[in-house]
């Protein structure tokens, strides 16, 4: 029995449909049968061409009791429907309804999920086998508020945050005991059960994600690594990010990567897992933020930018199948066993719906507030940046976006520092506009490198108007292959130039820049690829 | 400035120099590895090597004092899809391109590295010229008169140390006393016997067993190094010679190679060496496995072992080969891949403490 | 890969947003899904990592790519020749590019741009009902507040009023009076001639939505759902039942015959979506959409008709005869259903929850069982609504809603409902001889409103909009209270209604089964 995540809401959207659509496939093909439960028809997890028996009903543990009555299966795989699956699963373990009804929990055991999930044992854990967690005390009384800021050594800045208020609004970083006590104390008024978190700021790291999996021999892999563009304290739902990480040298990715492979394998998953670390940009300090014991939004967007089916794999993993025994089906020559290599860059922007909640609250905070989430890939940083902006359906083709020229200094200031929606516009506003890179830097927290990228794009605007009128001459070949490898449309250009779309496309078609096609193979052309998928770019070699 | 880079079959790719302006020649190979550029230029095993990176983006974060391999840039030349302008990172000094300018080592970027190494996968590697200042016509002539095939060069004696050196803890605090017989060690193996309380004595590929065994070592290390291990008959001998004295003998890489032919072995070239830091590998008595970092362009034929003693403890997933051996009765054992990582896995470090273990064991 | 297959490309719909939901990917799988089955090779562009037909093994070839102009052209020069490329399943990501794409020499399959257009062009499309007879609400376009008023005097209040150049909703108000109107044509949009705004006569009705698949010349309806919440709820936000319980089969009648003639008349080939509104027995068009719309998969499930499936093989030239399928209204199954929307509120500050025009829903659920009250109880709890069968409820109500809220808040007096109420909402319950307990309002001190949504003791929230700004102020933060609180809070009058009635299933005892989507397509 597989169960979905139901409807979808912010956090969970399509990419448990994803999930669960691919664990069925698998579970088919290796001779078993799927009875799968969800509420959301509008999913392909829910077709009758998926599983043997299709349930459409509520999720609660009454219906799924039912359903378990009904069909008796023997086992039941919770690490696919996002929290609201997993979430069942537990209660349903927990009511003693699986042990009623004989149906062993598969995949990772419930035990992991706990301690994966739980606060207190996670920490526990972590602080067992020697991975550092961020300090962090519940505050719910004035006098206990008093008392923490009395204790000597606290790691300052500390942030606060009042706990169950709708995006964590109210709260702030207090660099003193008064500060702490003022906003620990108007956090605990605006908090509806009187409580504040105060933890060790990270705000200003780096937030890097490593998707990991562990089969039942110990056999522990990793798929990718991501580097969040906006630093810790946006949550990575609601940040740009990238794959694999830019700004790591080898040494600070293999830290992390052992990092998230101890934790995994300390937590004794069996499937996949994602763990979030925040890696101080200025040595080899790191945290642990947190670990999802499932698959994830960001298992599908690791499985998206590899080639690697983690959801695919995990339901294998689950009914005790070995990583070295599954077959890699991009390559169909190689194992599921391995690291997928990447010879591209992947970035992901999310969509927020601003357009549509125009009264919202656009800042972006620890609380997610994206719908969804486009990706693109290409063999450049700017082109993939490029590709992701124009795929987002929000007006913008390039950088260049409506009414950003009309920000006054102050608002961009602003709009640098305090995250939204319109930051990355922002960014390239601020380049327009002359700023350095350590000013943005220092205002945004991104890394000097993502910015060096953002304004090279920015440049390539002024050059494009520089050279609208000698367009034409051969000389603006080399000027046009640069701007399509960093990814402008023909629109754009031919906006920065004064012409039109159509003239721009005859006129790079003639000097021969077409756009060619690559594969994405999650080996990096080491090995042949069966079932590719593929993604343009401005290259030599085309492989289509 | 344009560059040109030739290879053998007629190819002729044309890209953007880095680094240093100027001339060379080697094999063509590819990494795959997302990370750890600094760490491959400076690896002895890509001597004669011209590199290429199948990441596209490279120089990202640099390069530091810290992460070398050896005393200097080894590969031959280095060909990346673009080099990065600028480099983001707390621990970086210089530029990728200001450190191979330094080093006089020639770099091209712009190339379409994804189809240079389908080629290498189709055809195998194969030798090539890369040159700044020479035009394509001069460039496929001197490719053709390169009088030396990479196969035929014996790199061991170009990397080696001149001389011996120690490396580790003074005397009175080290664990153990290990000698390493240099083929183009990296330091990270050094480091990572350093820390487990080990003083090292690293020897010149040409020493002899006497000299190595002459101070009564706790065990023996076979580095890593480049080239055909069919040139290096005098190393097999002397690592014959060790393996008899029944000293602990543990060897990686060429070392493995090294020893599958002290036991009576034969090597073969693979088509496209294992380059990179994802290469899965089985244990066959765990069933469990390892990601490792690997870089050999040769592997032991398993088959061809013929001492009964000898056993084969790994294989590569991707392919079969032999990643492991070990022998039943001595403490000899060895592994074709890097627990050294640097760059790449630590998953395999373990390997230090086995090797330390049974020295320990030993010693009881 | 066989080289000699003809070939087609199908686009996806871009990142999930609000208004262009999961719905959009379902179609897009589905339909190629049909192409591999029909023997063509399959090629699909689509942009967003979470979802199914990014899949590398759902179509033959996937391209990751934006989709705009310029990247969808290179990959069909790429993949060049080709059959067609298919739009109507991506959403409106993939039907904005009909019109660039055909105008670049592209063979859209199925309806044309030119078909897509009619159906957004007001004129045309008034022109077009009208040669057919068919009705729609009256209205028109103004380009100035005095023009505005003078429509709405024509046609009388209310009016539904919108800028003509959004889609979904946005902007959409209904209002009541000069006044209204006036300040909405004033402050709430930019009005110019290259910008008008239609006003149309608001019929106060239900809505009902109808999905058919066209071959070009016959119709096949495998389903109409009618709305739960009255016109003026945005349909993606409404509760639909499915067949529909309070439409006179006239009136079905009516909606085929309008159905199955526009879709011929606009040369529709594959899907359709209506949305009529009933005043009487007369259903009155007011939304045409020639492509997939969100309730494709629903009514496929519900029905067991593979709409998606059925309209490619009309793209690709079959008829709907020819799949076995007689033109027409597909026969009411005989276990309803019912489509409840989803909110992410808790998520979103700032954002207000009542229900209107504007779609603020993120995404849906179904509810199946033997009868409409406990499909209904179903959608309600899968949707989250899961309260109490006693409980407490606390109602605010704008004075022009009382009257008719009595009856609901009675139902739910009779089920065991404490109801609580503000002083004017009290003292009308208790004149009614409804037993009602007074709540302060928010600045009559505590304990207030606010403090009993956040004692936890109250189950449910009924609050209606008020046209007075001073009290909607109040309203707005009693509302954001109860999802701060997570308490289930109801703005429209016809949702209430429906939850009494699915509380009234469960009434004695727990009546449901559970059954499996084929099942319930039986009797």
């Known amino acids: ?544 | 400035m344009k560059a040109y880079l030739a290879f053998a079959d007629g190819t002729l790719l044309e890209g953007i120099s880095f680094g240093a302006e100027g001339r060379s020649a080697g094999e063509v190979v590819f990494n795959t590895g997302m990370t750890g550029y600094q760490e491959v230029l400076t690896d002895p095993s890509y001597a004669g090597q011209i590199v290429t990176l199948t990441y596209p983006l490279i120089g990202n974060y640099g390069v530091n004092v810290d992460d070398i391999e050896s005393r200097r840039v080894q590969v031959a030349g280095f060909v990346v899809h673009e080099l990065s302008p600028t480099f983001s990172n707390w621990r970086a000094s210089e530029s990728l391109d200001a450190f191979l300018k330094r080093h006089n080592i020639v770099g091209i970027t712009g190339i379409d590295t994804r189809e240079l190494t389908r080629r290498l996968r189709h055809h195998g590697v194969m030798m090539g010229a890369l040159s700044t200042n020479e035009t394509p016509e001069e460039l496929f002539e001197r490719l053709r008169a390169h009088t030396s095939a990479y196969d035929d060069v014996d790199w061991v004696r170009r990397v080696t140390t001149p001389e011996a050196y120690v490396w580790g803890p003074e005397k009175r605090d080290a664990k153990y006393r290990i000698a390493l017989l240099d083929c183009g060690v990296k330091y990270n193996i050094l480091r990572e016997l350093a820390d487990r309380g080990a003083r090292t004595t690293v020897f010149p590929a040409t020493a002899t067993a006497q000299e190595i065994l002459a101070d009564d070592p706790d065990g023996v290390f076979l580095s890593p190094g480049p080239g055909d291990p069919n040139l290096l008959g005098y190393a097999v001998d002397t690592v014959k010679q060790v393996v008899g004295s029944g000293k602990p003998v543990m060897g990686i890489c060429l070392g493995n190679q090294l020893l599958g032919c002290a036991f009576g072995g034969t090597t073969f070239k693979l088509p496209f060496g294992h380059r990179g830091a994802n290469h899965p590998v089985k244990d066959l008595t765990s069933g469990r496995v390892v990601i490792t970092s690997q870089n050999h362009g040769y592997a032991i034929d398993g088959d061809s072992i013929g001492d009964p003693n000898v056993e084969v403890t790994q294989i590569n997933l991707n392919d079969g080969t032999v990643e492991g051996l070990r022998h039943r009765e001595l403490p000899v054992f060895s592994i074709q891949y890097h627990p050294e990582a640097s760059p790449g896995p630590t998953d395999s470090r373990f390997f230090f403490e086995q090797f330390l273990k049974v020295i320990e064991e030993r010693k009881r | 890969m066989n080289e000699n297959k003809k070939k087609i490309i199908v686009l996806g719909s871009g990142p999930i947003r609000i208004g262009q939901g999961i719905e959009f990917d379902y179609g897009c799988v589905h339909c190629v899904w049909a192409l591999r089955e029909a023997g063509y090779e399959t090629i699909l562009i689509n942009n967003n990592p979470e979802t199914v037909s990014t899949d590398f093994d759902t179509s033959d070839r996937l391209y990751f790519e934006p989709l705009t102009l310029e990247d969808v052209l290179n990959v069909l020069e790429r993949e060049a020749p080709y059959e067609g490329v298919i739009v109507q399943f991506g959403g409106q990501t993939a039907i904005n590019l009909a019109r660039p794409l055909a105008e670049a020499g592209v063979r859209i399959l199925g309806s044309s741009a030119d078909s897509i257009d009619l159906a957004e062009d007001r004129e045309q499309f008034e022109a077009l009902l009208r040669r057919l007879d068919i009705p729609k609400p009256a209205g028109r376009a103004v380009t100035s507040p005095e023009a505005a008023v003078q429509v709405a005097h024509e046609i009388g209040y209310p009016c539904l009023v919108r800028p003509s150049y959004v889609l979904g909703g946005r902007a959409m108000e209904i209002v009541q009076s000069d006044e209204e109107l006036t300040a909405y044509m004033r402050y709430a949009v930019d009005v110019s001639p290259k910008a008008p705004i239609l006003i149309d006569r608001y019929v106060v009705g239900k809505e009902v939505e109808v999905d058919c698949i066209s071959d070009g010349v016959e119709c096949l309806l495998p389903g109409i759902m009618e709305h739960i919440e009255r016109a003026g709820v945005h349909s993606g936000d409404s509760m639909a039942v499915y067949p529909p319980q309070s439409i006179a089969p006239v009136t079905i009648g009516k909606m085929v015959d309008y159905a199955t003639r526009l879709a011929r008349e606009m040369h529709v080939v594959g899907v359709m979506n209506i949305q009529f509104v009933c005043e009487g027995d007369e259903p009155y068009i007011i939304e045409v959409n020639p492509r997939a719309s969100r309730t494709v998969p629903y009514l496929s499930k519900i029905t067991g008709v593979p709409m998606v499936q059925i309209a490619t093989r009309c793209l690709l030239g079959e008829s709907i005869a020819s799949q076995g399928y007689k033109p027409g209204l597909w026969p009411d199954q005989p276990n309803p259903a019912v489509k409840a929307p989803v909110f992410s509120f808790q998520k979103l500050a700032g954002v207000d929850i009542p229900l209107g025009p504007e779609m603020k829903s993120t995404g849906e659920i179904l509810g199946q069982d033997v009868d409409y009250p406990r499909a209904l109880y179903k959608a309600l709890l899968a949707a989250g609504i899961d309260i109490p069968l006693k409980g407490t409820l606390l109602a605010t109500l704008a004075d022009a809603d009382k009257s008719e809220a009595l009856p609901i808040l009675r139902e739910f007096a009779a089920l065991g409902y404490r109801i609580l109420a503000t002083s004017g909402t009290c003292r009308f319950l208790r004149a009614a001889g409804l037993d009602a307990e007074p709540v302060n309002k928010i600045r009559e001190g505590a304990p207030n409103l606010i403090d009993v949504l956040r004692s936890g003791r109250v189950d449910l929230l009924i609050n209606t909009i008020s046209k007075d700004r001073h009290i909607e102020r109040e309203g707005a933060e009693i509302r954001r209270a109860s999802v701060e609180q997570n308490i289930p809070c109801l703005t429209s009058l016809d949702t209430a209604r429906a939850l009494a009635l699915a509380l009234e299933a469960r009434k004695n005892g727990d009546p449901f089964d559970v059954r499996t989507v084929d099942e319930y397509l039986k009797k």
């Not at chain 1, 069942?88 to 419930?110: M, Q, S």
């Not at chain 1, 990238?242 to 600070?252: G, H, I, N, R, Y």
């Not at chain 1, 009264?359 to 719908?371: E, F, G, N, P």
């Not at chain 1, 999650?522 to 993604?535: G, N, R």
Request: aromatic letters at 6%; one cysteine or more; proline letters at 5%.
């Open chain 1, 1 to 544: 029995m597989v169960i979905g995540s139901g409807p979808i809401v912010i956090g969970q959207a399509a990419e448990f449909d994803y999930a669960g659509a691919q664990a069925c496939r698998a579970l088919r093909e290796e001779g078993v049968s799927v009875v799968l439960v969800n509420s959301n028809p509008a999913t392909i997890m829910t077709d009758v061409e998926m599983a043997d028996r299709v349930y459409i009903e509520p999720l609660t543990p009454a219906f799924l009791t039912k359903i378990i009555a009904r069909e008796k299966p023997d086992g039941l795989l919770p690490t696919l429907g996002g929290q609201t699956g997993l979430n069942l699963a537990t209660e349903l373990a927990t009511r003693g309804i699986l042990d009623d009804y004989n149906v062993k929990l598969l995949g990772t055991p419930l035990r992991a999920i706990t301690r994966a999930e739980d606060r207190q044992r996670f920490r526990k854990l972590m602080r067992q086998i020697g991975e550092p967690v961020p300090e962090s005390w519940i505050v719910e009384k004035d006098g206990e508020l008093v008392e923490l800021s009395r204790q000597s050594g606290l790691p300052w800045p500390l942030i606060v945050r009042p706990a169950y208020t709708l995006g964590g609004s109210g709260g702030g970083v207090a660099h003193t005991p008064e500060e702490l006590i003022e906003i620990g104390q108007r956090g605990m008024r605006l908090s509806p059960r009187h409580q504040v978190m105060v933890e060790r700021c990270l705000v200003g790291w780096k937030e890097i994600e490593y998707e990991v999996m562990r089969d039942a021999n110990d056999t522990c892999i990793t798929i990718c690594n991501m580097e969040n563009l906006d630093p810790m304290g946006v949550h990575t739902g609601d940040s740009i990010v990238v794959a694999p990480s830019q700004t790591l040298s080898d040494k600070e990715y293999q830290m992390l990567r052992s990092a998230s492979l101890k934790i995994i394998r300390s937590l004794g998953i069996e499937g996949g897992c994602n763990v979030q670390l925040a890696l101080d940009p200025k040595s080899f300090g790191y945290y642990v933020i947190e670990v999802n014991p499932r698959v994830s939004r960001s298992s599908a967007l690791a499985s998206k930018a590899t080639g690697y089916p983690i959801a695919r794999v995990a339901s294998q993993i689950a009914i005790g199948l070995h990583l070295d025994e599954i077959p890699n089906r991009v390559t169909g020559k190689t194992l599921a066993c391995f690291e997928p290599a990447l010879d591209y860059c992947v970035v992901k922007i999310p969509r927020w719906p601003f357009d549509k909640f125009t009264s919202a609250d656009r800042r972006i905070t620890t609380q997610m507030k994206a719908t969804g989430e486009v990706m693109a890939l290409d063999r450049s940083f700017e082109s993939a940046l490029m590709k992701a902006v124009r795929s987002l359906e929000v007006g913008a083709n390039s950088l260049r976006y409506k009414g950003a020229s009309q920000w006054s200094d102050m608002e961009i200031e602003s709009l640098l520092t305090t995250p939204t929606d319109e930051r990355l516009f922002a960014i390239a506003e601020a380049f327009r506009r002359g700023l350095m890179i350590e000013e943005v830097a220092g205002l945004s927290g991104y890394d000097p490198w993502f910015l060096h990228k953002i304004r090279g794009i920015v440049q390539m605007e002024k050059r494009l108007r520089d050279h609208a009128a000698d367009l034409n001459r051969d000389e603006a070949a080399g000027l046009l292959t640069e701007a399509k490898g960093l990814g402008f449309t023909d629109r754009t250009i031919a906006e920065l130039t004064g012409r039109t779309e159509r003239d721009i496309r005859a006129l790079r078609t003639s000097l021969g820049i077409t756009a060619t096609y690559k594969i994405v193979d999650t080996c990096a052309a080491e090995f042949e690829a069966t079932t590719p998928y593929y993604y343009s770019c401005y290259d030599r070699e085309d492989e289509r």
